[in-house]
């Protein structure tokens, strides 16, 4: 739109009511595009004889309290004439009238900044005033100097705050827009939860609010300013609550466990409501308190209720204790608290739990089971009750029942064992002769049997302590040793009388180890009687010494009590006994003691008491043995019971019926109250210092026997073994050697010259053999005249042949000589020719030698024409000569003759020769 500056009725360009100059053109928010610039129109007048040449406005824009800039210089364009009294564009003028404009500019004013401005403008007409071409001239239009001014103010985008009505549906809320020019009016339209209000007019005040009054809870939107023509409308929505109150509530407890209490069902604020969830006065709760409806509240804020725990014991652990140490026990807890308890039962004592929650209470060397009592426990906040208890029990002390030598002779080369009895579970300490202290542990049922491998040294074994392993409890062992005798056999020395001739099997004599016995009785006796304490147990034991097995049916043991002639008890015995062992009897139904097992028991029959009396008789009631007195005087040591009599063996006629106290050793058991009782004897008795029996064997046949000497023993090797029946051990063997005896076996050979002739003289055995055995007889073959005693043959007399001669001596028991005989073969031979094989030489050849034996092997001499010869003669005619062979004598041989040819020499005769040629 156009607004005037200058100009009246129909030479005005605007609305009459635009008015430009000292106008206020409003105030406009900030970048709305409301308020621009867009340039200016003027009106011209020229005359017949003027000239308008050319328009412009000069403009400047500032802020009121700023200094003024320099000015901005528009050119206005001309823009129409004046036709017939009218504008083309409309409006009437006079002839002359012209416009100018240019309304193309588009300066938006809302982009200044905030704040109160002044537009100043004024106009530049050039022309000339008396020339139609000229432009010489120019018109101000510029209000004398002073412009032509207009006031606008730029206001920022409103802003909304807002106060929420002050009570629950009160209508004192209200909603304050800032960002107005101050003094403004504006019209405010807007919608009250979609009801339309307005519009109504507003002035900003000077701190350019407009501020909406007396509202109630709602929804406000579409907000809508209208001012100068503009509106400024707002997407802004403000909602009004009624106020929301937290209830709040004054503090409650905090309160021990278990504790009653309640929680206030009005706020502060005089809210009414209920709480969620359900009280609890067990532990600590965060609670919620819902308000009844209509009265503009919201849930509480957490609330929370402090309950403190009870302090509490978790846990009593009582340590057991052994004697002599001292009772704890460790309590658990809550941390820091006091414990108020009491020791069996006394007075109240307390105890601090420490930070850990853990105090521990000792009671110092208690003699019995110590009870604890917890009554009371207090933190500095809570107490609480208790009724609790816990024991420490004191500990048995662990103990050795038995130590026993499983076998208290070992022979050398054994092992030696012992059987510890006790606590189960518990190490034992120990030592063997006095050596370094070892331990052992006690099996589940508390044994243990300790062995040392083949001593060669008696064992003793001495228990120092002993520990339980599962209290830790030990006890310091005195007195409690068991010992292993090591018994070495000596190796057996014997005399050896090796067979004869006459008599071919040996005698052995041992000479060591003999037997050695302290008394030889003639019967069964009593050998020890016991009587335990307190009770009436008694054991009785009978010995055999009589060298024989016995049977006990024919015995019976008989019991006088008090000076009774007639036995109490007459009780038979059964079974066998053999040489140097014992039989132990129980009298009574008590338990047996000292790990004693009886042979034989009769429980009907009490135990023995000091005046009391015990007889071993035989089966036909002749007593042989007496222990005690008849009469029923007191005899026992002190004259009390519980004690040990044991039979001295030596010097005593054994069995005897007179009660002879010298004869028995007594032990008293002392205190009859407690049970002292040393029973390792009873089942242990001998007569023998040394008892051997001795054993010989040759790997076929062994012979057993008690007594030293061993006859009609066969050669052979063997060993001879001592056992020594007392304690059951055997001797290394001694080797011995039964040589048969030695028979000579006779040297018989000999020999004739043989063969010999018919003629030969009588002949003599040759016995020139060692050791020839004479006293034999000489047999032969049929046909030749022999001695039987000296051997000599004739041999005239006897038939040519070979014989076979025998000479046999006959055994002699007493020179240790064998039968024996030898043979020899003669012949007697008949006279036998010597023959040759003839030989032919040439004549004159070399002289041959002549054979030295016959074809029979004959030698002897040669003769030619009676004259002794060796060689051939070859230098004699040819012809036949005969050679005469005379045997050597001894050679059952007869003359033979050797016939030699001599062949006279060939004459040598040739051929006559060819002719010989030779050719080329």
């Known amino acids: 739109m156009f607004f005037n500056i200058t100009g009246s009725g129909n030479d005005l360009i605007g609305s009459s009511a635009n008015v430009f100059p000292n106008s206020n053109l409003g105030t406009y928010v900030q970048n709305s595009g409301n308020l621009i610039f867009k340039g200016a129109e003027l009106k011209t007048f020229k005359g017949i004889s003027s000239n308008v040449c050319g328009v412009n406005i000069n403009y400047r824009v500032y802020e009121i309290s700023a200094t003024p800039g320099v000015f901005t210089t528009l050119t206005l364009p001309f823009f129409e004439d004046c036709v017939s009294g009218s504008f083309p564009t409309g409006g009437t003028c006079d002839a002359g009238d012209q416009k100018w404009q240019d309304v193309s500019s588009m300066l938006d004013l809302t982009t200044l900044a905030t704040g109160n401005y002044r537009i100043e403008v004024y106009f530049e007409v050039t022309g000339d005033y008396d020339s139609l071409i000229d432009c010489n001239d120019t018109i101000l239009v510029d209000n004398n100097g002073s412009y032509y001014t207009a006031t606008f103010s730029i206001q920022s985008t409103p802003t909304f705050t807002y106060v929420e009505p002050g009570f629950c549906n009160a209508t004192n809320g209200s909603i304050t827009i800032s960002g107005f020019n101050p003094s403004d009016q504006y019209s405010v339209t807007y919608t009250d939860d979609g009801i339309v209000v307005g519009p109504t007019n507003y002035y900003a005040n000077l701190s350019g609010q407009i501020i909406l009054n007396g509202l109630n809870a709602g929804v406000y939107s579409n907000f809508n300013f209208s001012i100068n023509g503009c509106n400024l409308s707002s997407t802004n929505t403000i909602t009004l609550v009624n106020p929301v109150i937290t209830p709040t509530f004054n503090q409650i407890g905090p309160f021990c466990a278990g504790t009653t209490f309640s929680l206030p069902i009005t706020s502060n604020e005089g809210i009414t409501g209920s709480w969620t969830p359900a009280l609890n006065n067990t532990q600590t709760t965060v609670y919620t308190f819902v308000p009844n409806a209509n009265?503009?509240?919201?849930?509480?804020n957490p609330y929370t209720v402090i309950i403190n725990p009870l302090p509490f014991i978790t846990q009593i652990a009582p340590v057991d204790f052994c004697p002599g140490a001292n009772a704890s026990f460790t309590i658990e807890g809550s941390a820091n608290a006091t414990v108020s308890y009491q020791i069996n039962s006394g007075a109240?004592?307390?105890?601090?739990?420490?930070?850990?929650?853990i105090a521990t209470i000792t009671v110092n060397n208690p003699t019995a089971n110590v009870v604890l009592t917890l009554s009371l426990i207090n933190?500095?906040?809570?107490?609480?009750?208790l009724n609790s208890t816990a024991t420490a029990n004191l500990l048995p002390l662990p103990n050795v029942s038995s130590l026993v030598a499983t076998n208290p002779i070992v022979c050398l080369g054994s092992d030696a064992s012992f059987t510890i009895t006790g606590t189960p579970n518990a190490t034992v300490t120990y030592t063997i002769n006095t050596g370094a202290n070892q331990t052992l542990t006690l099996n589940a049922s508390g044994t243990f049997t300790l062995v040392v491998s083949s001593p060669v040294t008696d064992i003793q074994v001495v228990l120092v302590d002993i520990t339980?392993?599962?209290t830790t409890c030990s006890r310091v062992l005195t007195g409690i040793s068991a010992t292993a005798t090591i018994v070495t056999v000596p190796i057996p020395t014997a005399t050896v009388t090796q067979p004869t001739c006459v008599d071919p099997s040996a005698t052995i004599e041992v000479t060591s180890p003999l037997i050695n016995q302290l008394n030889y009785p003639s019967d069964l006796f009593i050998s020890e009687v016991t009587d335990a304490q307190p009770g009436s147990l008694t054991y009785v034991e009978i010995?055999?010494?009589?060298?024989?097995?016995?049977?006990?049916?024919?015995?019976?043991?008989?019991?006088?009590?008090?000076?009774?002639?007639?036995?109490?008890?007459?009780?038979p015995l059964s079974g066998t006994l053999i040489n140097d062992d014992v039989v132990v009897i129980k009298l009574s139904s008590s338990a047996n003691e000292g790990g004693v097992v009886p042979d034989l028991s009769f429980t009907t029959c009490s135990g023995v008491n000091n005046n009391d009396k015990i007889a071993i008789a035989t089966s036909s009631d002749v007593e042989l043995d007496v222990w005690g007195t008849s009469d029923g005087s007191l005899f026992t040591p002190a004259f009390g019971v519980g004690y040990n009599y044991q039979r001295i063996a030596t010097g005593t006629v054994l069995p005897s019926i007179t009660w002879n106290p010298a004869d028995w050793m007594a032990v008293d058991w002392g205190n009859p109250t407690a049970t002292n009782g040393d029973y390792s004897n009873v089942g242990v008795y001998s007569l023998f210092v040394s008892n051997y029996e001795y054993i010989l064997s040759n790997t076929t046949t062994t012979q057993t026997q008690t007594t030293a000497t061993y006859t009609g023993v066969v050669p052979g090797s063997y060993?001879?073994?001592?056992?020594?029946m007392v304690n059951n051990c055997f001797s290394l063997p001694l080797n011995l050697t039964i040589n048969p005896p030695v028979f000579a076996n006779p040297v018989t050979s000999f020999s004739y010259t043989t063969p010999v002739c018919q003629d030969s003289a009588n002949l003599l055995p040759d016995t020139s053999a060692t050791g020839f055995t004479t006293g034999g007889l000489f047999t032969s073959t049929t046909g030749l005249v022999i001695n039987a005693t000296s051997g000599e043959i004739d041999v005239l007399n006897s038939t040519i042949g070979n014989y076979v001669i025998t000479y046999t001596v006959a055994s002699n028991v007493s020179n240790c000589l064998n039968g024996g005989s030898s043979t020899f073969t003669i012949v007697i031979q008949s006279f036998t020719p010597a023959t040759f094989t003839s030989i032919s030489l040439c004549e004159d050849a070399t002289m041959a030698s002549l054979p030295l034996n016959s074809v029979e092997g004959f030698s002897g001499q040669w003769t030619l024409a009676g004259n002794p010869v060796t060689m051939i003669d070859t230098n004699v005619l040819p012809g036949n000569y005969q050679y005469i062979f005379t045997p050597d004598p001894g050679q059952c041989a007869s003359a033979g003759t050797l016939v030699v040819t001599i062949d006279a020499r060939d004459t040598t005769s040739f051929n006559p020769l060819k002719s010989l040629y030779r050719f080329k």
Do not use: E
């Open 295 to 300: 009265q503009c509240a919201v849930n509480s």
């Open 379 to 385: 933190d500095g906040t809570c107490t609480n009750t």
């Open 468 to 470: 339980n392993s599962l």
């Open 719 to 724: 060993t001879l073994v001592a056992h020594d």
């Open 543 to 571: 010995y055999n010494g009589t060298g024989a097995t016995v049977n006990l049916s024919n015995y019976k043991l008989k019991v006088y009590t008090n000076g009774n002639p007639t036995a109490v008890c007459d009780l």
């Open 348 to 357: 109240t004592q307390t105890v601090v739990l420490g930070a850990n929650g």
